[in-house]
Structure formats: structure tokens, C-alpha cells
């Protein structure tokens, strides 16, 4: 693995650097202010901008599982990815939709660029990579521990030429958003079947008879409207086409691992800015603010944190560089181990740093003018999503111990 940027990544870091300085930052003051699903009126003029700069859907999206493919998207790597993902998860509520790179589009995005047919890539995928439309990823339900992804109790029947869906969702992300137009739905087609062939994956038009929004959900009091907003929403008799099912019946299982192994490094790229965001601001605080006499930054537990915080977040993007290098190298089984030690090990960070700048804060690092409490929220927030802590760490566990003879 090499730990120098190729030309492309370095590129297209500079590009987005200056974005951010020159046009990201300077519009967060405005978008603080602002509360609701819909984008700001900012994100046209960011998202025009990031377009004519190149910086447009960066994210690597498959053809065959493994290896990216510019017909749908910009054609990089995980590896080239990483470092651009980490400098817009530095302003995470605006610069990743301005690059058409936030959750849960991308992920939704990948599973079309992989397993979707032609007709679905070009009545969905099409506009989503093209920016002129949202979509939402509905999975988690509210009656089970959906952790455990063959608890899904949500139903997909087939009728004739039809499939019949009946369930009730929440966390669903991006289904607020006004400019929602798609979810993709994961339910039993077949309950009878081997346990990790019960589940299947079908779209569903957000416009369609029977689906009804019940309310947004918020996160830790925020909307959380950079993801497009999480929605409550139950499919009562739900109708749509067969050819929209994704894949086949009962690749539903499968079709969610694949999604979710790149959502989650994707995460936590992100998280690697936010950390490095929360130790900048730490630092200027702890230099500016004078307490009993001397700086913030004078004070023994206030230096060490800030030494701490930049020890944690190498050894974190160390981690992830890693993984996407075996993402890129082996494929998303290969790096299994290190995909679930990220999921881990990122969030706990990115929270541990944010904590302490908060706390080097004050007053202030609870409050609206400055971007931490938000971050907080987030980081805290991905220790769930995505399979919360202990999942991990139990299959985890469990890996390392079959290297030592333990039954499967």
C-alpha cells in the first residue's frame, strides 16, 4: 500500500479544499439558522459550483462488486475516495450534497450501479447521479431488533405481475426530504426459507398509493436534514410492478451486505474530517480563552487531550486508508475484518475528540455557533446506524477466534 496521494486524488483534493474555503464555510453561519427537511436555498449555487469544479459524484460506485466504473460516477477508487470523503465529512451537513456524495443516495446509488436492470438504472440511477432527485433507504422497523437484519417483518408478496408490500419502517433516511422520489424497501418475500434468503429489496415510488409518511424522526433534538431526513412511514397494501424488485427473491441479505460495507467506510471516512474539524477548533479555542490566569492550552488535561485527539484520529485514518486499499485490492469480503474494525473503532473517536472540544468549549461548545453539538449527535448516532457496536464486535470476535479452532 502506498501512503502518497496519486495525482488524481491530489487534484482533486486541492480543488476541493479551495471549494470548501471559498464557498462551503462561508455559507454554514447562514445554514445553522435554518431548520426543516428541505435543502437551504445555498445548496443550488454550492451544487453548481462543486459541478463546474469536477467535484461531482466522487464516490466510487461498482459495476462488478469491486472495481469502479466512470459511467457512474467519477470513476475513483475507495482509496482515491478516502481523502476527499474526509474533507467534506469536515462540514458534513453541506459539502457532501453539494458533491452529490451524502447518505443514503450513495448507498442507494451503489446497489442500483450493482444489482439494478437497465430500466431501473435509467429511470432511478440516471437521476440520482444526476442531482435532480433524493431517495431513501428503508430497512430498520420499530418492532424488532432490526440489528439482526432476518427480523424484518415488513412483507413483499407477489401478486401476478405485481408485489404487494405491507410493513412498518422508521429510520428511514432521506424519505423527508421533498425531493424524495424513490425507496428502496427491504422485506420477506419468502419467511419460509433459509434465514438468509427470506428478505428481498424492491423500489418503491415514494408517490404510490398506500405509503404513508407518519412523521419525521429527529436525532438527539436535530432534524438531521443533511441526510435528508429519517421518516416513519408504513406500507399498508403497497403495489408496485414486478420488474421493480432488485436482483432476485430472497438476494435481499446479500444485496443490504454489499450496500452497506461501503456506506459504513464511507461513514467513516467522513468522521475522520469531523474529528480533525473538532481538534482544529479545540486547539483555537484552547490558545484563545484564558482561564485562572493562563490560556485554555497551558492547562496539563487541556494538552493532553489535544495530544490524545491527534494520536486517535492518525490511528484511525491509518485504519481506514487500510481498508479501502483492501476494498480496492480484494474486494468488500476481503476486507470484512477491517470494515467491521472501522465501524468500531471511527465513531468511538470522532465522539471521544468531539467530547473534549466540546468540553474545552464551554458554554459555547453546546450551543448553535459553533458546528460540535451537531457532530456530536452524528458521530454518537453511527455507533447505531449501520449495526450498532456490539454486532461488530461479537462477529468480530468471532472471526478472530476460528483462527484458533472454534466452531462457526
Known amino acids: 500500500m502506498e501512503f502518497g496521494y496519486d495525482e488524481t486524488t491530489e487534484r482533486l483534493r486541492a480543488e476541493l479544499l479551495d471549494f470548501m474555503a471559498a464557498y462551503v464555510y462561508p455559507a454554514e453561519a447562514a445554514v445553522s439558522e435554518e431548520d426543516g427537511w428541505s435543502a437551504p436555498p445555498v445548496m443550488a449555487a454550492l451544487k453548481a459550483e462543486a459541478r463546474r469544479r469536477g467535484l461531482w459524484n466522487l464516490m466510487p460506485l461498482a459495476w462488478n462488486h469491486r472495481l469502479p466504473d466512470d459511467k457512474f460516477g467519477a470513476g475513483l477508487t475507495n482509496l482515491q475516495y478516502a481523502p476527499l470523503a474526509e474533507i467534506m465529512g469536515r462540514s458534513p451537513h ?77 429510520w428511514s433516511s432521506g424519505a423527508m426530504n421533498p425531493n424524495c422520489e424513490i425507496f428502496i424497501v427491504m422485506g420477506k418475500t419468502d419467511p419460509s426459507a433459509e434465514r438468509h434468503r427470506q428478505q428481498s429489496m424492491i ?103 489535544i495530544a490524545e485527539a491527534r494520536v486517535r484520529i492518525e490511528q484511525a485514518r491509518l485504519l481506514v486508508l487500510k481498508t479501502a486499499w483492501l476494498m480496492d485490492t480484494v474486494g468488500n469480503k476481503g476486507a470484512h475484518t477491517e470494515i467491521q474494525a472501522i465501524k468500531i473503532a471511527v465513531p468511538q473517536m470522532t465522539e471521544w475528540v468531539l467530547d473534549k472540544a466540546i468540553q474545552v468549549h464551554g458554554g459555547g461548545g453546546v450551543s448553535q455557533d459553533f458546528p460540535l453539538a451537531q457532530m456530536w449527535a452524528a458521530a454518537r448516532t453511527l455507533r447505531l446506524a449501520d449495526g450498532p457496536d456490539e454486532v461488530h464486535k461479537a462477529s468480530l470476535a468471532k472471526r478472530e477466534l476460528r483462527k484458533h479452532g472454534a466452531p462457526r
Request: proline fraction near 6%; glycine fraction near 12%; include cysteine.
Open 203 to 305: 423500489l418503491v415510488p415514494r408517490a404510490t398509493p398506500g405509503v404513508e409518511i407518519k412523521r419525521g424522526m429527529r436525532v438527539f433534538g436535530y432534524d438531521d436534514g443533511w441526510h435528508g431526513g429519517h421518516a416513519e412511514i408504513r406500507f399498508q397494501g403497497v403495489r408496485v410492478p414486478a420488474e421493480n424488485l432488485i436482483a432476485g427473491e430472497g438476494d435481499g441479505f446479500a444485496i443490504a451486505q454489499a450496500r452497506l460495507g461501503p456506506g459504513r467506510i464511507h461513514h467513516c471516512m467522513r468522521l475522520i474530517g469531523m474529528a480533525e474539524r473538532a481538534l482544529e477548533e479545540m486547539c483555537r479555542r484552547a490558545v484563545d480563552r484564558v482561564a485562572f490566569g493562563k490560556p485554555l492550552a497551558a492547562q496539563g488535561v487541556v494538552g493532553e487531550w
Open 94 to 170: 453541506l459539502a457532501p450534497e453539494a458533491c452529490n456524495c451524502n447518505a443514503p443516495d450513495t448507498g442507494n446509488m451503489e446497489v442500483l450501479s450493482m444489482f439494478g436492470t437497465p430500466v431501473q438504472q435509467e429511470r432511478w440511477l440516471r437521476p440520482l447521479l444526476d442531482g435532480e432527485i433524493r431517495s431513501a433507504f428503508c430497512m430498520t422497523e420499530p418492532e424488532v431488533a432490526s440489528s439482526d437484519a432476518t427480523n424484518i417483518a415488513t412483507r413483499i408478496e407477489r401478486d401476478g405481475d405485481e408485489y404487494v408490500i405491507t410493513g412498518h419502517k422508521w
